[in-house]
């Protein structure tokens, strides 16, 4: 089955820096682009950064410039690292992929979430 088990999150102050991960398992997650998304209280979850299976990443542009996403296949695991973190950044933090199925059909996995909080 497919996991995506997020780590990482916690209380920060403005101006601080967070890594979080994503530990990937039951598919070839080399073979597949991954993404990180937040989602605040009362709000749309929205796409952070995502990282292809070649290394090409794309972000918002609220992080671009603070955030970078990397991924090490030989872990299963994508990390984001988060720098200069900002009380807008407090969010919850997603683990996201889309899969393809043997019937042609794709599946979109999340993980369970993990909390950044940024306050002084």
């Known amino acids: 089955q497919v996991q995506l088990v997020e780590s990482g999150g916690g209380l920060v102050q403005p101006g601080g820096s967070l890594r979080l991960s994503c530990a990937a398992s039951?598919?070839?997650?080399?073979?597949?682009?991954m993404k990180w998304y937040r989602q605040a209280p009362g709000k749309e979850r929205e796409l952070v950064a995502a990282?292809?299976?070649?290394?090409?990443?794309n972000y918002a542009d609220s992080v671009k410039g603070r955030f970078t996403i990397s991924r090490d296949n030989a872990k299963n695991t994508i990390y984001l690292q988060m720098n200069n973190l900002k009380p807008e950044d407090t969010a919850v933090y997603y683990c996201?992929?889309?899969?393809?199925?043997?019937?042609?059909?794709?599946?979109?996995?999340w993980g369970q979430g993990t909390q950044v909080t940024v306050s002084s």
């Open positions: 996201n992929t889309w899969l393809d199925t043997k019937l042609g059909e794709i599946h979109v996995y």
């Open positions: 039951g598919f070839t997650f080399s073979a597949y682009a």
């Open positions: 990282i292809s299976t070649g290394g090409s990443t």
